[in-house]
T-cell receptor
Framework: DGGITQSPKYLFRKEGQNVTLSCEQN?????MYWYRQDPGQGLRLIYY???????QKGDIAEGYSVSREKKESFPLTVTSAQKNPTAFYLC???????????FGQGTRLTVV | EDKVVQSPLSLVVHEGDTVTLNCSYE??????LLWYKQEKKAPTFLFML????IEKKSGRLSSILDKKELFSILNITATQTGDSAVYLC??????????FGAGTTVTVRA
């Protein structure tokens, strides 16, 4: 089935550690996105990419890094520089700019 | 900086009521406005609007865009408890950026 797969669903991390969240899509979409959602809030854009080997910072990129080496993959690394990493992270993809974005089921990251 | 502002932030209604949700935006290189419904985890797509004044409908939900005044509304008529969710407004730009508002939490009571 076509779709977006995020893994893992739940992730625990100790303070000071980097952690990488996986996002894979088999929809042949060009654009991919990472969002962060805190309780009771909307989605805040971390990074986005419209093509392989190119990506742009969103509104809250500090403390995060990404790569786009393959069209279907857009992993997000939460670094130790991110001061409040505990959140729900959503990955999305879309076929073209401004078109419907499809979402993965999310990864809930907890720093312990 | 791009802005997408939704109002109200939350509301509680009774089954059968009509709900109107608002979304205003200030975005460079506007391309489209999208509405999503989020019940638990992944938001699900409702509408995409690109032209002013053309209403889009799906069952009891409808939406319209005003590109001159930079806002959109989402209407839900004859609400049901299954409409309880967070409704998210997003704006897509020509540079591929897709920005979301804070969402409106709708609670429908039986």
């Amino acid at each position: 089935d076509g779709g977006i797969t995020q893994s893992p669903k739940y992730l625990f991390r100790k303070e000071g550690q980097n952690v990488t969240l996986s996002c894979e899509q088999n929809l042949n979409h060009d654009a991919m996105y990472w969002y962060r959602q805190d309780p009771g809030q909307g989605l805040r854009l971390i990074y986005y990419s419209q093509i392989v080997n190119d990506f742009q910072k969103g509104d809250i990129a500090e403390g995060y890094s990404v790569s786009r080496e393959k069209k279907e993959s857009f992993p997000l690394t939460v670094t130790s520089a991110q001061k409040n990493p505990t959140a729900f992270y959503l990955c999305a993809s879309s076929y073209y700019r401004g078109t419907e974005a499809f979402f993965g089921q999310g990864t809930r990251l907890t720093v312990v | 900086e791009d802005k997408v502002v939704q109002s109200p932030l939350s509301l509680v209604v009774h089954e059968g009521d009509t709900v109107t949700l608002n979304c205003s935006y200030e975005v460079t290189n506007f391309r489209s406005l999208l509405w999503y419904k989020q019940e638990k985890k992944a938001p699900t797509f409702l509408f995409m609007l690109t032209s002013s004044g053309i209403e889009k409908k799906s069952g009891r939900l409808s939406s319209i865009l005003d590109k001159k005044e930079l806002f959109s509304i989402l209407n839900i008529t004859a609400t049901q408890t299954g409409d309880s969710a967070v409704y998210l407004c997003a704006v897509g730009s020509n540079d591929y950026k897709l920005s979301f508002g804070a969402g409106t939490t709708v609670t429908v009571r039986a």
